[in-house]
């Protein structure tokens, strides 16, 4: 019995289901369902429609050979720059010398063979240090408890030292008006 306002009715009784209309099935002419079957089975993949970042371009023999004629001319100013730079820094050193081409190239060959003793002994050394088997002991069930405990103790007694110092810094450097202590405080305090 539900109250309306007026008097007591029943409950009322629930409204009918709803009837939906389904959509009529329409059927695949064999056109489109070939359609819809490669739409569903292939990836389409999209194409990058980037454009190149330089254009590219084929060099004649004429123009290759002018470019290694520009570039071997350059390195052969730069390394005749370089050869001047040094003589005239150690002419200044040392004035009143002067480098011949045998000094400079047996300079040249020592400085190059150094660089390739540098190197050799660099590769053994990388090698020695990464390439070396690792000898590794395998431990047992009381090693590895052993080093458990040892561990756990170590960090325990670091973490009540900290604790500690802590306790030390902020709370005992602070002197507390005396009137606030009680005994249990200060007897907490001359026992830290």
């Known amino acids: 019995m539900m109250y309306d306002g007026q008097c007591y009715t029943s409950f009322p009784t629930p409204p009918p289901p709803l009837a939906v209309q389904a959509s009529p099935r329409r ?28 254009p590219r371009v084929v060099l ?9 004629n520009r570039l071997y001319t350059q390195e052969m100013e730069r390394r005749k720059r370089k050869k001047d730079f040094v003589t005239s820094k150690y002419v200044s050193k040392e004035p009143g010398t002067t480098l011949d081409s045998q000094a400079v190239s047996e300079s040249v060959e020592r400085l190059y063979r150094y660089g390739q003793q540098h190197l050799t002994d660099l590769s053994k050394t990388l090698d020695r240090k990464y390439n070396a088997k690792r000898e590794t002991k395998a431990l047992n069930r009381e090693e590895i408890r052993e080093y458990n405990d040892r561990f756990y103790t ?36 001359t026992h830290m």
Do not use: W
């Open 60 to 68: 004649g023999s004429a123009a290759i050979e002018a470019s290694n």
């Open 154 to 189: 170590s960090r325990k007694d670091l973490g009540k030292e900290n604790i500690g110092k802590l306790v030390d810094k902020y709370v005992l450097q602070h002197d507390l008006p005396r009137k606030v202590l009680t005994k249990e405080q200060q007897v907490c305090r």
């Open 27 to 54: 059927k695949l002419a064999p056109d489109e369902m070939d359609k819809s079957l490669q739409r569903l089975t292939f990836k389409k993949e999209r194409k990058n429609m980037l454009v190149p970042l330089t």
